[in-house]
Structures are given as structure tokens and as C-alpha cells.
């Protein structure tokens, strides 16, 4: 009678593609609190967490979806909001974890260069906390940070096509926020913020 090989099942996180156990690992043994940073289709979620043997403790959490209460009415998901929502959580973190160094964990989203998970970074690092990072050329820049690019698109395709504006920035327009005036509004919460 011929016998297989049983063949070994990965843990049911792995399976289902929630956790890179391998990550996770190098992560919990530095023992320090981590920025979990987490992009969905309307926001961005950012939790300061930390290791317990019986699960996780969420220690400080918050969304993008605050930025709507400092006046914020364009997309909570674009870069602009990443650097705003950044400071924010960076401001508002700073008070419980002003000594702690904090790793930041994107779980399994590889960080594009110069994309959302870095202008977020940028911005925590402005509000304050101590997140280790390493070097300071994978931060978008200030053009495309401050919301300036998605200005002069939108006063570009206004001016050549103006069905494809109306269609583009509907969400902008529903909210009575204008895209061609999105740069003096970031500026105006940055110095809120910077307060």
C-alpha cells in the first residue's frame, strides 16, 4: 500500500492573504509600538499598536474621514489628504508617544515611491512623532503634495473639456469644493495643524 506525504497547511491568515508572518516577526521583535497603515477605496486608516501575547492592543487609531471636521471637503484617499491626515494623527499622537520610537507596517502594500503611504509618513513626521525611516528622496514632492498638480488639472481639463471636468471631479463639486482652489485650502488647514 502506498503512502503520500501529508502536506502541510498554512496558518489560516496566511491562506486567507491577511499576514505576512515573516514581516509580522521582524517587526514584534524590535518590541517597539507600530503606525499601522491601512489604504481602502474612500480612506485611510492609521493605528499605533502594540504586541500582547493574548492579541493585539490598539493604543491610538484614527481615520481620513476626520478631516472633514477641520474643513477638508475633497477626497479623503488622494495625496493632499494623506499629508493632512498624517499631520493630524502625527499631532494628535504626539502627546502618549512623544519618548517611544515607532515602526511604521503597511502589512502586505509594498509603499510606492513617492505615493500615499509616503506622503502619510511625511506628514506624521511633521506633526512630530518619531517614526524610523530611512532616506528622505522617497517623499512626494511638494507640487504634487500640496495638491498644487491636481489644481492645474482641473483648471486644465476645465478650460479644454468641460464635460470631462464636470465627470472627473463630480465627488469635488457635489461637496461644493472646488479643485482649481485645492492648494489654498491645504494650506490653510497645514497652518491650522502647524498651530
Known amino acids: 500500500m502506498a503512502s503520500k506525504?501529508?502536506?502541510?497547511?498554512n496558518y489560516r491568515r496566511k491562506r486567507e492573504g491577511k499576514t505576512n508572518y515573516k514581516k509580522r516577526l521582524r517587526l514584534l521583535l524590535s518590541e517597539k509600538p507600530r503606525l499601522v497603515l491601512r489604504l481602502s477605496n474612500t480612506k485611510i486608516v492609521a493605528q499605533i499598536i502594540e504586541?500582547?501575547?493574548?492579541?493585539?492592543?490598539?493604543l491610538f487609531a484614527s481615520d481620513s474621514n476626520s478631516l472633514k471636521k477641520l474643513g477638508w471637503n475633497f477626497s479623503f484617499k488622494?495625496?493632499?489628504?494623506?499629508?493632512?491626515?498624517?499631520?493630524d494623527f502625527g499631532k494628535k499622537a504626539l502627546s502618549q508617544f512623544s519618548d517611544?520610537?515607532?515602526i511604521l507596517d503597511?502589512?502586505?502594500r509594498t509603499p510606492q515611491v513617492k505615493g500615499k503611504?509616503?506622503?502619510f509618513l511625511k506628514g506624521v513626521l511633521d506633526g512630530g512623532l518619531n517614526v524610523l525611516h530611512g532616506s528622505e528622496d522617497v517623499y512626494p514632492i511638494e507640487e504634487r503634495l500640496n495638491g498644487k498638480s491636481i489644481e492645474n488639472y482641473a483648471k486644465l481639463l476645465k478650460k479644454s473639456n468641460e464635460e470631462s471636468y464636470k465627470k472627473r471631479f463630480a465627488l469635488n463639486l457635489k461637496n461644493k469644493a472646488d479643485p482649481c482652489?485645492?492648494?489654498v485650502k491645504f494650506e490653510e488647514i497645514k497652518i491650522n495643524l502647524l498651530k
Do not use: Q
Request: charged fraction near 25%.
Open 51 to 58: 504586541f500582547d501575547v493574548k492579541g493585539d492592543k490598539v
Open 100 to 102: 517611544k520610537e515607532i
Open 106 to 108: 503597511t502589512g502586505l
Open 5 to 9: 506525504k501529508a502536506k502541510p497547511v
Open 181 to 183: 482652489n485645492m492648494n
Open 117 to 119: 503611504i509616503y506622503a
Open 78 to 87: 488622494s495625496l493632499p489628504a494623506a499629508y493632512l491626515f498624517g499631520l
